[in-house]
């Protein structure tokens, strides 16, 4: 199978992902910038996010660039990505609707975490389906921008239950670190 057909559904999944997640955004019941106050917490949560979701669609789009054909084994691999990813607009909308609360943080950076694995797993399953053809630029082994990426969303699990903000400046610098396509996979 060629990959325009996965990349295709991919790309209407992560739609409906995103018109989920503004969906799940409510107009305050005041007319005036007042009303926008309480609602600080929903609007974060849904820019950090819609970032993230960019960057899994950026480096999605520059991963399959570099792959020449679908199997089965990277069918599945993408659903179970697709999966993790589908649960980011109930995790924003409960980390929003809740002001940051512990139990919601802890599940959104869960869901980032699970998130970040099901894509590497993916990574890893075309490389070994493509074996010496592929393009990919994969070193053996996790990189150090992986481990960072890793230890900040437990970090930030962990931080959830004494302090809101920086267990999100931890979220936040992951996807600082991933808005540049990570070098392994983006095209020379």
């Not at 991919?10 to 955004?25: G, P, Q, R, W």
């Not at 820019?47 to 679908?70: K, P």
């Not at 990505?81 to 929003?96: E, H, K, Q």
Request: charged share 15%; glycine share 4%.
């Amino acid at each position: 199978m060629e990959t325009t057909r996965l990349e295709a559904f991919s790309d209407a999944v992560l739609a409906i992902i995103i018109t989920i997640m503004v969906l799940e955004l409510k107009s305050p019941d005041d007319p005036s910038f007042k009303a926008l106050r309480p609602l600080a917490s929903v609007a974060i949560s849904y820019v950090v996010s819609f970032v993230y979701l960019g960057i899994y669609w950026s480096n999605h789009h520059h991963l399959f660039r570099q792959t020449e054909r679908v199997t089965g084994g990277i069918l599945w691999a993408n659903l179970i990505l697709l999966f993790w990813l589908s649960l980011i607009p109930f995790a924003t909308s409960w980390m929003g609707e809740y002001h940051f609360g512990a139990a919601p943080m802890a599940v959104y950076g869960f869901v980032l975490l699970m998130s970040a694995f099901s894509f590497a797993f993916l990574q890893n399953v075309i490389v070994r389906v493509h074996k010496k053809e592929c393009q990919l630029k994969l070193r053996k082994g996790t990189t150090l921008k992986e481990i960072i990426s890793i230890t900040l969303y437990i970090i930030g699990i962990l931080l959830s239950f004494y302090n809101h903000v920086i267990a999100m400046l931890c979220y936040i610098t992951v996807a600082l670190m991933w808005i540049v396509p990570d070098k392994q996979i983006k095209r020379n």
